[in-house]
């Protein structure tokens, strides 16, 4: 069955398709929300590695594109076990391009996607979606973390990592049943608290995506590139889960004043990446 929202009409759809947007985002410095599932019950799925450091645009049907396409897939190991998180590219592809044309009304849509393409990607969405690969498993952001992306994790799964190619980084780990609970508790808190419905149906998408997935599933939330928008230094430095749940927390407790001191610690420090991002 399509994703919801990813049709021609309706209303935009869910975090999955909202970014992914590949077409757009991977010409960008991106951060990552992946899911991994337990080996052993994914089928074999060649590693990614990365093959160049310098990524080559490829024009196709459905516009630019720089990600290797090829179904490979991430792995690693947790806690003694191993996880694979598929990378279905072209998936993701079709999912970005329907949510670029969503997220405008009227003419506009029709201008930035025209419906014969748009509808050509929908068919060739169903299309893979009935072989199978029916789930993404991967949320890219261009130049930012989105700050409701921290709310699935707490301030002692930040780990600082050496990568390859990107130097020192930042990433998260969590069950998928721990992460549920959070951005679970993250909404209610939001709602209770009376903000604005925006604010919190965005969260709701992030708890509707992780909720696809199984328990037991590894949520990983990857700095990748956008590390390298920030000196180390602010990276060792850098709570933001903490500053997150610092501010639910004051939420919950009905404190705004000490919400909105956490909160702006948090956007303070990703001001610089966001107005990339808009100037983009």
Known sequence: MLAKGSDLGGRPPLEACRRSMPTIAHMAKSAYLRVYMPAERVGYFPEHVRTTSRRVLRHGSFGVWDEEPSDDAFITSYQGRRYVC??????????????????????????????????????????????????????????HVPLRWFAAFVPAERELVEKDGI???????????????????????????????HVVDQVGDVLTWL????????????YDEVAGLFPDGDLVLDESAEDLAACLQALADGDFERAGEAYAAAASRWSHAQSITHAN
């Open 167 to 197: 130097g020192l980084s930042i990433r998260y780990r969590a069950l998928q049943g721990d992460a549920v609970r959070r951005v679970r508790r993250a909404a209610a808190v939001l709602e209770g608290a009376g903000l604005d419905d």
């Open 86 to 143: 598929p990378r279905f590219p072209r998936l993701r592809m079709l999912e970005g391009l329907l949510a670029f044309r969503n997220a405008y009304r009227g003419a506009t849509a029709s201008v930035l996607v025209p419906r014969g393409l748009a509808e050509a990607a929908v068919a060739e969405l169903q299309s893979i979606q009935a072989a199978g690969a029916a789930r993404s498993h991967i949320l890219t952001s261009p130049w």
């Open 211 to 222: 909720e696809g997935f199984p328990p037991d599933a590894l949520v990983e939330l990857d």
